[in-house]
């Protein structure tokens, strides 16, 4: 059978999301789930909207998590979920002084604050789960693809 056609999936994404969660969410599997929580926490001033713990292992089941207007999933790491990595564009008013703090909570440098060709400020850092973060911010009010 051949995939639906776009005009007849259009509709599936016109469902109900919680608050902060878009068609896209992220869900990160960390092999020390704590250790990026805390970081997040410092690095992007991210805050803890909810916890599950497993009650047989004590480990996270899953954490979500919220920077800025966007949440997200975190847990253990297990099985075939071992050694997943992920990259993530975080838009910023400051990219400076928010690779600044990232480094300072730990985060290591992919690369320093620079003005790219494609009118983005941006930075590179990797977080200790291994993820990488770009933070950028246009530097004009256009989308990528004017």
């Not at 007849?8 to 068609?23: A, C, N, S």
């Not at 929580?37 to 899953?62: H, W």
């Not at 838009?91 to 290591?108: L, P, R």
């Not at 789960?129 to 911010?137: A, F, L, P, R």
């Amino acid at each position: 059978m051949p995939p639906k056609k776009h005009s007849q999936l259009k509709k599936e994404f016109e469902t109900y999301r919680p608050d902060g969660f878009h068609t896209v969410s992220s869900y990160i599997f960390s092999e020390k789930p704590q250790e990026l929580i805390d970081f997040l926490q410092k690095a992007f001033l991210a805050e803890e909207l909810s916890r599950t713990v497993d009650q047989k292992s004590g480990t996270i089941a899953n954490c979500i998590l919220k920077i800025g207007d966007s949440c997200f999933m975190i847990s253990q790491a297990r099985g075939e979920f071992l050694g997943m990595r992920a990259s993530f564009y975080l838009f910023v008013a400051d990219v400076d002084s928010m690779y600044d703090n990232a480094i300072a909570a730990g985060g290591k440098k992919v690369f320093d604050p620079a003005d790219m060709d494609y009118e983005d400020r941006q930075a590179g850092i990797l977080d200790p789960s291994g993820n990488y973060w770009w933070i950028s911010k246009r530097l004009k009010k256009k989308n990528y693809q004017d």
